[in-house]
């Protein structure tokens, strides 16, 4: 698995991502109607690495221009993030476009792995079902 800037950290990240199970309460906005783009009331590989990764670039995106500079992406970037932001940058623009960074997460399998351990019956989607089995046998 390539890791990134946009690597899971662990599967409680994306826990908090999703936050199915711990945030009922304060009624948040329901992450995981969220993430289900097409709305069909399950979510594939692409629609949870878009998720997380639409959610950590907007937090880096300070300017809101939905373009990350070197500077909004670590200000105190060595040679190795320098190297990590630069394979982001898929057109050598100096800037990572929020695509960009969709497409190596996507290209990357980051959330392969988590989507393929979630969906227990093996059609290749999470149910919501499954989600909230997942992510109750984490905690
Ligand atoms: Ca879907
Ligand atoms: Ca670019
Ligand atoms: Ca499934």
């Known amino acids: 698995m390539t890791t990134s800037y946009f690597s899971v950290r662990s599967p409680l990240v994306l826990l908090a991502v999703l936050g199915l199970v711990s945030c009922q309460s304060t009624t948040p906005p329901d992450r995981f109607v969220m993430a289900d783009r097409d709305g069909n009331g399950f979510l594939n590989a692409d629609e949870v690495s878009d998720f997380y990764v639409g959610g950590v670039f907007d937090a880096r995106d300070t300017n809101k221009d939905g373009k990350i500079t070197k500077a909004e992406w670590n200000p105190e970037m060595g040679a190795a993030e320098s190297r ?56």
């Not at 497409?103 to 399998?109: E, P, S, V």
């Not at 919501?128 to 905690?139: G, I, N, Q, T, V």
């Open 84 to 139: 990590d932001f630069d394979r982001h940058d898929a057109n050598g623009d100096g800037v990572v476009t929020r695509e960009e960074a969709m497409a190596w997460a996507r290209k990357g399998g980051t959330y392969a792995a988590v989507v393929k351990e979630a969906d227990t019956n093996k059609d290749g989607l999470v149910s919501r079902d499954e989600a909230m089995a997942y992510f109750a046998s984490k905690e």
